[in-house]
């Protein structure tokens, strides 16, 4: 069976232009990792839980806050290299990233060991532009970006190679 995700891509439109909430992954495979590793939060469906509040649990799971007040806007759904279906939804607001906690997770390490480790889920949240989010984020989510960018009438613009995070916090 499709593995199937759900999640929430915060934005807010700042005199640098558009900006959106980005995380990134915690634990020792992804430490050294940038380029191609951040995602918008989100998780695994449950049982017969509904997209849009699988959504709504996984941003709170993952940022340690719950969504924002705000209509939240389907952004569709993309799908990633692994095959994992990936649905979103914009809402426009803040947060403070030097805020957020994320929710702690066990894992094999290393792989297929039997040794087991905790991490936080997310270990970073970012505010990046457009630009730097198609160079941050997992390639099969931009997609979704492109979907925002097209719901504020705006043209997905083209990353520069110097487009770093900026606003980044670490949690841990």
Known sequence: MVKQSAGILLYK?????????????????????????????KGEFEGSEEPVETARREFAEELGSSVPEGVLVSLGMAKQSSGKIVYAWALESDLAVENIKSNMITIDWPPRSGKHMDIPEVDKAAWVTLAEAQTKMVKGQIPLLAAL????????????????????????
């Open 13 to 41: 439109r700042t005199n640098e232009g558009t900006k959106v909430l980005l995380v990134h992954p915690g634990g020792p495979f992804w430490a050294k990792k940038d380029a191609g590793a951040w995602s918008i939060p």
């Open 149 to 172: 960018a097209d719901h504020l009438g705006q043209a997905l613009p083209k990353p520069s190679a110097g487009d770093e995070a900026s606003g980044q916090a670490s949690l841990f």
